[in-house]
């Protein structure tokens, strides 16, 4: 393993890296912390780009992305009461009020200084553990794989919002999309092109992505409109006034502890897959609360507060990726669109990955580490930049994402046909915000869909039809009780809710 570490540490460490890296973690930190721009939305609008690039670059600048701007939400949430990401709502609670008090760049150093603490160790347990899941993984078959990614599935059950049935429906509707196409098994039927060639190759997963999460984002930023410009009041007060922003000893020992807590439980619960970072750190704090000898403090400015919250979020990050790598199951939506980044690079997610492509996962996975390091030096020296970020107007911002979007569908397969595409996606994604379906379920129909029949008819035909292969292995028993204990748990869970009303 040792080995395996220094050779995934050679193949990392180049200039393209860091570069693409510094890349990823400005832009990552620039969408966090702007309210109503997300971690999604930047990952989908920047990930043409990753088309040229080969895996390492490519997974670096979009880890840069996803871990900077988990840390970028809690700009705003201190700043302006306003959490840039759902994950720095529990960040808000107590870093809001720090900021009334006048310790505004202190509560960004505690925000920062815990993200850091908690990227890096979710980093090293994947760094460690991430392998020994692929050894249980490699003596998996077909049948497994299948009842893996019927488990990831029922992640559609956490991402479903306020309805389970209109989440399965929204999921129904991406495994439809991933239908489409030549048959993957036969390699010359083709379903549901209607002798249209550009469907032949079904369709592509970023111009899905571009019309599901960018352009219908632009069209509900027009809310944020007026509220924008009275929060940009509240951050220029907040900005005029940045205290020193040093923390004592007394007080690195106060935050170290909670820190140290959230991360083991950020990463406890990135693993399990349709979890999220907002649990992680909802979680954290309540027990940050608990263990605290200043539990009044909370909710009035609690330093220790801040660091739960944001140990527990940025820990998540690693975490979400031992299920990616080693078993091809996402554990949310921004892992999900990482996910089709490994497949465009020829790299499929699973146990053989570690086998095949031992040094490429290792050079990423310390990647990950490097990546939490260089997200707290560019938050050390740019906190002012990024503060500033949030005033960004609306009517600067709104045509630059437009031009983005348009431009990444057409430069895919250089064709004006992709871009309608995009467009028809985004009216979907329209529609269905307005009946309250969520678009996530979308996402994960469409990039297990594929994986899920190609394991599904690979071990019928092992067994020539017959449905015993997957109650008769046991490593299939064991995720056969899985899905059935998570859609029972699921099914008490909302027969609960509704006797609460």
């Keep these: 393993m040792l080995q395996n570490i220094i050779s995934g540490f050679q193949e990392f460490f180049s200039l393209s890296s860091f570069i693409y890296m510094n890349i990823g973690l400005f832009l990552g930190i620039v969408f966090g912390s702007i309210p109503g721009l997300t971690v999604m939305l930047c990952l989908v609008l920047f990930l043409p780009i990753t088309y040229d690039l080969d895996a390492i670059n490519s997974f670096m600048f979009l880890l840069g992305i996803y871990c900077a701007g988990s840390y970028g939400g809690s700009i705003s949430a201190i700043l302006i009461k306003t959490p840039g990401t759902p994950h720095a709502a529990a960040t808000m609670l107590d870093g809001y009020p720090l900021s009334q008090k006048g310790f505004t760049k202190k509560a960004l150093n505690i925000a920062l200084n815990s993200s850091a603490v908690g990227g890096i160790f979710s980093a090293l347990v994947l760094l460690f553990l991430g392998p020994q899941v692929a050894k249980v993984a490699m003596k998996m078959g077909s049948p497994e794989y299948f009842l893996i990614c019927t488990f990831g599935l029922t992640i559609i059950a956490g991402v479903s919002g306020k309805s389970l049935i209109k989440g399965v429906i929204s999921g129904c509707l991406g ?57 940009s009041k509240v951050a220029e007060e907040a900005l005029r006034n940045l205290d020193s922003g040093k923390l004592t000893k007394k007080e690195y020992k106060r935050t170290g502890i909670p820190a140290i807590i959230s991360s083991i439980i950020g990463v406890i619960i990135g693993i399990i897959p349709g979890t999220g970072a907002s649990m992680a750190s909802f979680l954290s704090y309540d027990v940050a609360k608990k263990i605290s000898k200043k539990p009044e403090e909370f909710g009035e400015g609690s330093i220790e507060g801040v660091a739960a919250a944001e140990a527990a979020n940025n820990a998540v990050t690693g975490a979400t990726l031992i299920p990616l790598l080693t078993l091809g199951i996402p554990g949310d939506g921004a892992v999900a669109i990482m996910l089709g980044a490994l497949m465009i690079n020829g790299l499929t997610p699973g146990p053989n990955l570690f086998k095949e492509h031992g040094t490429t996962v290792f050079a990423i996975i310390v990647g990950l580490i490097f990546v939490n390091i260089f997200m707290f030096i560019q938050g050390k020296y740019l906190t002012r930049l990024f503060a500033k970020v949030v005033q960004i107007p609306t009517e600067i911002l709104t045509p630059i994402i437009v031009v983005f979007c348009f431009a990444g569908a057409y430069s895919i397969k250089k064709s004006l046909f992709y871009v309608g595409v995009s467009i028809v996606f985004s009216i979907i994604a329209y529609i269905m915000s307005k009946f309250e379906y969520s678009t996530i379920p979308v996402l994960l129909g469409l990039v297990l869909g594929s994986l899920t029949e190609k394991n599904f008819r690979r071990s019928l035909l092992i067994s020539n039809g017959s449905l015993k292969i997957f109650i008769t292995r046991p490593f299939s028993i064991v995720f056969l009780i899985l899905i059935i204990l998570v859609v029972v748990l699921i099914t008490r869970t909302n027969a609960k809710q509704k006797v609460k009303g």
């Design 175 to 231: 495994l439809f999309v991933s239908f489409v196409g030549m048959d993957i098994i036969s390699g010359s039927t083709m379903r549901f092109t209607f002798d249209n060639v550009y469907l032949y190759g079904g369709f592509d997963l970023v111009i899905v992505l571009i019309g599901l999460f960018a352009l219908v984002e632009i069209i509900h930023r027009g809310k944020y409109k007026k509220d924008k410009r009275e929060k």
